[in-house]
T-cell receptor, first 111, second 112 residues
Framework: AQRVTQPEKLLSVFKGAPVELKCNYSYSGSPELFWYVQYSRQRLQLLLR??SRESIKGFTADLNKGETSFHLKKPFAQEEDSAMYYC?????????????FGSGTRLQVQP | DGGITQSPKYLFRKEGQNVTLSCEQNLNHDAMYWYRQDPGQGLRLIYYSQIVNDFQKGDIAEGYSVSREKKESFPLTVTSAQKNPTAFYLC???????????FGPGTRLTVL
């Protein structure tokens, strides 16, 4: 069963527009969610994690347990934000103790 | 860009051959992972290891095998039983499962 859902494969916005990359999860435990980013020709890297409640490169993400969501937001998109974004959730149940990644959303910020 | 390395960067294999992808880390991490990245499918977990001499199957382990004889190394063998091996393979490591994962640069495998 899919544990992390990113419903949009591609999100295209203009520079300066707000961005919201959606992530929904299904997990009965207490989730600790991550957002990873992969810029062109670079390694996949951690962008932020909900437990630290920090803002990285202007991005924030709030865990909403009621809606089981962890959407990534930025008020004003920049061209350098164009990348592939993955939401991830550690699954720590019987038989599995690893991160599960969503299918990813490609963000295109147009000039 | 040190920390976790993968080799080779590109690998070509004939059908029916086994091939081993290397993954090494000097971050003193206990946990290591192998993912497969296909367009439109994101990252899918192949195998993971929480500690030396132990590893577990992920979501798509069929046709793959791993070993974890040393803390620093977690090689992945793509066997001839893997029906669609052409893909981009990523290795990662972390202190524990809940911690940030650090990724290698990846190996692109093409089966001819």
């Amino acid at each position: 069963a899919q544990r992390v859902t990113q419903p949009e494969k591609l999100l295209s916005v203009f520079k300066g527009a707000p961005v919201e990359l959606k992530c929904n999860y299904s997990y009965s435990g207490s989730p600790e969610l991550f957002w990873y980013v992969q810029y062109s020709r670079q390694r996949l890297q951690l962008l932020l994690r909900h437990i630290s409640r920090e803002s990285i490169k202007g991005f924030t993400a709030d865990l909403n347990k009621g809606e089981t969501s962890f959407h990534l937001k930025k008020p004003f998109a920049q061209e350098e934000d164009s990348a592939m974004y993955y939401c991830a959730l550690p699954i720590l149940d019987t038989g599995r103790r690893a991160l599960t990644f969503g299918s990813g959303t490609r963000l295109q910020v147009q000039p | 860009d040190g920390g976790i390395t993968q080799s080779p960067k590109y690998l070509f294999r004939k059908e029916g051959q086994n091939v081993t992808l290397s993954c090494e880390q000097n971050l003193n991490h206990d946990a290591m992972y192998w993912y497969r990245q296909d367009p439109g499918q994101g990252l899918r977990l192949i195998y993971y290891s929480q500690i030396v001499n132990d590893f577990q199957k992920g979501d798509i382990a069929e046709g793959y095998s791993v070993s974890r004889e040393k803390k620093e190394s977690f090689p992945l063998t793509v066997t001839s039983a893997q029906k669609n091996p052409t893909a981009f393979y990523l290795c990662a490591s972390s202190f524990r499962v809940k911690d940030e994962q650090f990724f290698g640069p990846g190996t692109r495998l093409t089966v001819l």
